[in-house]
């Protein structure tokens, strides 16, 4: 199971991604380019001292990554068919997000395996891409029993 963020704007989540990931130890991949300058304060404070226990990749642009991944890509999107609780994970999926501001552009949509939403109340139209990433990570480790020990 990997996490992988699509240009990413904000610091901070990708800050609390990386935390995210280096407790469920699961790797994230970043795809750049990113909407701030890595080194930022935002990014490290978010993290805090986990972010150096993550396991992270930066890959320069979408055809790096498509170049280096390996499973499914499931793309989480307000544009979703398949709801979350109906979405079936296998080990080797690779989570994917889409930035903040623009989440991401069609190719990046067409090329997905799945395209999966998180259900949510009427009226309301996104999650924060954090927030977003641990719910849907939860479901796709409990769906795979890979949670750490």
Known sequence: MRIALF??????????ILRLGACLATPVDIIEPCGFAFSDRALKRAGMDYAPSAEMVRHADWNA?????????ILLTTRGATPLPETRFHPGDIL???????GVPDHVHAAADGRVRIPLAAGLRSLNVAVA???????ALTDTGGWPA
Do not use: C, K, M, Y
Not at 65 to 73: D, H, N, P, W
Not at 133 to 139: Q, S, V
């Open 96 to 102: 994917l997000l889409g930035s903040e501001s623009a």
């Open 7 to 16: 240009q990413p704007d904000i610091a901070g989540n990708v800050g609390t």
């Open 65 to 73: 990554f498509l170049a280096a991944r390996q499973g499914r890509i």
């Open 133 to 139: 990433a641990g719910i849907a990570l939860a479901h």
